[in-house]
C-alpha cells in the first residue's frame, strides 16, 4: 500500500515539476500574475477557449494493493471507459476549473493463494478540477469522491461490499484541434477499511483497497 501511494505521489509531483519552471519564466516577464502569466505564449481565447462541455474515452493500467486479515497482495489490470464533464476559464486569467465524472472498468483479481481472492471490477469518480492553461496545454490537479464495489471472497462464501472512498491526481492536456483533445494523468483511489463475515460467523476479515491508475485519454468538445 506504501510502495502504491509512493507511485502517485512520484507521478504527481514528475507533473509538477515540468509546470513549475514554466511558470515561474512567465511570472518573471513582470506584471500580475494572475493576468501576465503565460501572455507572450498564449494563442487567441478564440482558439483554445477551456469552457465547454466534454466528453471522452479513457484506457491505462490499475495497481492495486489489498490487505485482508494477515494477508498482504497486490495485482495490475488493464483498465478503459469513458468520462463526461465541464471546464470553466476564470475571466482574463489562464485559471480554469472544472468538474469530472469519470466510469472505468477493471480486472484486479489478488489473491496470496486459494484461501482468499479480492477483486474489483470497476472504478468510478466524482472530482473537481483546477489548473492553468498554457497555449494548448491545460496541467490540472484532481480530487474527489470514488466509489467501487469490492469482492472477497473465500472457499464456499464471497462477500460483495460498496464502497466510497477518495480519489487524488494530476494530469496534462493538449488541444489537437478546437473540439478534440488528449489527456495523460494519474489518480490514485484510497478506499476505507471493509469488514468482511465471508467465510462465516466464526471469522472476520478487515480488507484495505488502495489503488492506482496512470490512464491516456481522448476527448471531445461539446460546443
Known amino acids: 500500500m506504501r510502495a502504491t501511494f509512493r507511485a502517485a505521489v512520484a507521478a504527481c509531483l514528475l507533473i509538477g515539476l515540468i509546470a513549475i519552471p514554466v511558470v515561474a519564466l512567465a511570472a518573471d516577464t513582470g506584471g500580475p500574475v494572475a493576468s501576465r502569466i503565460f501572455d507572450d505564449i498564449q494563442a487567441p481565447p478564440a482558439v483554445h477557449n477551456r469552457s465547454a462541455?466534454?466528453?471522452?474515452?479513457?484506457?491505462?493500467?490499475?495497481?492495486?494493493?489489498?490487505?485482508?486479515?494477515?494477508?498482504?497482495?497486490?495485482?495490475?489490470?488493464?483498465?478503459?471507459?469513458?468520462?463526461?464533464?465541464?471546464?470553466?476559464?476564470?475571466?482574463?486569467?489562464?485559471?480554469?476549473?472544472?468538474?469530472?465524472?469519470?466510469?472505468?472498468?477493471?480486472?484486479?483479481?489478488?489473491?496470496?493463494?486459494?484461501?482468499?481472492?479480492?477483486?474489483?471490477?470497476?472504478?468510478?469518480?466524482?472530482?473537481?478540477?483546477?489548473?492553468?492553461?498554457?497555449?494548448p496545454a491545460f496541467l490540472y490537479v484532481t480530487g474527489g469522491p470514488a466509489f467501487t464495489e469490492n469482492k472477497l471472497a473465500v472457499p464456499g462464501s464471497t462477500d460483495k461490499t460498496f464502497l466510497i472512498g477518495a480519489a487524488l491526481g494530476a494530469g496534462v492536456e493538449a488541444e489537437v484541434t478546437k473540439a478534440l483533445f488528449l489527456r495523460l494523468e494519474a489518480i490514485h483511489y484510497a478506499f476505507p477499511d471493509n469488514d468482511s463475515t465471508s467465510c462465516g460467523p466464526s471469522c472476520l476479515y478487515t480488507s484495505k483497497d488502495q489503488q492506482t491508475t496512470v490512464r491516456a485519454a481522448v476527448g471531445f468538445k461539446l460546443n
Open 53 to 135: 462541455f466534454y466528453v471522452g474515452v479513457v484506457g491505462g493500467m490499475d495497481v492495486a494493493q489489498i490487505e485482508a486479515a494477515t494477508f498482504k497482495f497486490s495485482d495490475s489490470s488493464w483498465l478503459a471507459g469513458g468520462f463526461v464533464g465541464l471546464n470553466v476559464r476564470l475571466p482574463s486569467s489562464p485559471f480554469v476549473i472544472g468538474l469530472e465524472g469519470d466510469y472505468v472498468f477493471t480486472d484486479i483479481k489478488a489473491s496470496p493463494g486459494l484461501l482468499v481472492v479480492a477483486t474489483t471490477s470497476y472504478l468510478a469518480s466524482v472530482r473537481a478540477r483546477a489548473g492553468v492553461a498554457v497555449g
